[in-house]
T-cell receptor, first 115, second 113 residues
Framework: GAVVSQHPSRVICKSGTSVKIECRSLDFQATTMFWYRQFPKQSLMLMATSNEGSKATYEQGVEKDKFLINHASLTLSTLTVTSAHPEDSSFYIC???????????FGPGTRLTVL | AQSVTQLGSHVSVSEGALVLLRCNYSSSVPPYLFWYVQYPNQGLQLLLKYTTGATLVKGINGFEAEFKKSETSFHLTKPSAHMSDAAEYFCAVSKLGGGKLIFGQGTELSVKP
């Protein structure tokens, strides 16, 4: 149980385009989902916390208009990187929990490369 | 505020040797503590966690960790390393009750034959 998937696993796009990454909880309803960013050989940095049906809470320094997060259902959250640039290239990982303060279950990650 | 410090960005051991990955935390409230493992280009897998109760926590794959409040530490150990243990390991802390995770910098474990 507690499986979280991400799609796509890998995406390459041109600079200036937008990319959407999906995070799904497959066998449970996730009231809270978290989005992390990980640079090579570095730790995970929390970007934002999303609660189903409400606006996401962004961490300090994360551009809300750049990284659009939607948590429209209890099993799906999406991260859209708008007008992507090479510096947005990174590994994006989502996690999901049943409640805000419950254990997080992590997705396999999405490798974004912006040319 | 909470923070996590992992001592040593890279640890190398021989197969069969003891694995010791160090983690110290700072928290103004009782913490929940976690160890995760990450294989290349994959997400995180929970190894073990401490919430309340017994301070020696046993996890998957033969790993265990001990919560020492007086030392603000939560070091991860395994008696005998296996080649398949080679990966990146992250220590993390959250507030009592869970929620937002704060990760350490990570320790890359290499296992030599």
């Amino acid at each position: 149980g507690a499986v979280v998937s991400q799609h796509p696993s890998r995406v390459i796009c041109k600079s200036g385009t937008s990319v959407k990454i999906e995070c799904r909880s497959l066998d449970f309803q996730a009231t809270t989902m978290f989005w992390y960013r990980q640079f090579p050989k570095q730790s995970l940095m929390l970007m934002a916390t999303s609660n189903e049906g409400s606006k996401a809470t962004y961490e300090q320094g994360v551009e809300k208009d750049k990284f659009l997060i939607n948590h429209a259902s209890l099993t799906l959250s999406t991260l859209t990187v708008t007008s992507a640039h090479p510096e947005d290239s990174s590994f994006y990982i989502c996690s999901a929990s049943l409640y805000r303060n419950n254990e997080q279950f992590f997705g396999p990650g999405t490798r974004l490369t912006v040319l | 505020a909470q923070s996590v410090t992992q001592l040593g960005s890279h640890v190398s051991v021989s197969e069969g040797a003891l694995v010791l990955l160090r983690c110290n935390y700072s928290s103004s409230v009782p913490p929940y503590l976690f160890w995760y493992v990450q294989y290349p280009n994959q997400g995180l897998q929970l190894l073990l966690k401490y919430t309340t109760g017994a301070t020696l926590v046993k996890g998957i794959n033969g790993f265990e960790a001990e919560f020492k409040k007086s030392e603000t530490s939560f070091h991860l150990t395994k008696p005998s390393a296996h080649m398949s243990d080679a990966a990146e390991y992250f220590c993390a802390v959250s507030k009592l009750g869970g929620g937002k995770l704060i990760f350490g910098q990570g320790t890359e474990l290499s296992v030599k034959p």
